[in-house]
């Protein structure tokens, strides 16, 4: 199982700006920048993330991006949900193009979908706060101040 890099990048967003105080305001330049990400891709990103009301965009001249909400109510889990339409580990967990012939008799489909659900019990654990409370480390990592 791998997260698409369009959830991995709207994790990096919101860890990037997360780390910014409510008064400074982040730009997709320095995100991308910092990541090394398309800055086109990223404004896709940050226009999906503002669109789920997760970030805000702040138009002008000294214009950029902060969250919308405090990093507390910012859920892994439930954001994982959105951006991961499809989650069909295998084959028989689409039931419309399930062919596989031991479907009816197999287990594995249910040990899979139990891990399913404790991997999103995990994350429904974890909010913006958690993953950026080591903020100093971060922020070296980056070659940023604060």
């Known amino acids: 199982m791998q997260l698409k890099k369009y959830t991995d990048y709207s994790l990096r967003v919101l860890i990037f700006v997360g780390l910014k105080s409510k008064d400074d305001l982040a730009s997709i330049k320095e995100i991308s920048d910092v990541y090394n990400i398309s800055h086109n891709h990223l404004g896709k990103i940050v226009h999906s993330l503002a669109k789920l009301e997760l970030i805000e965009s702040i138009r002008g001249r000294n214009g950029g991006i902060r969250l919308a909400k405090e990093a507390d109510q910012i859920n892994i889990g439930k954001l994982i949900r959105v951006l991961e339409s ?43 706060k958690d993953l950026i409370e080591n903020e100093e480390e971060l922020l070296g990592l980056m070659s940023l101040n604060k």
């Open 86 to 128: 499809d989650f069909t580990l295998l084959e028989c967990f689409d039931k419309g193009t399930n062919h596989c012939v031991i479907s009816p008799g197999c287990t594995l489909k249910h040990v899979l979908n139990k891990a399913l659900h404790a991997f999103y019990r995990v994350l429904d654990d974890v909010t913006l």
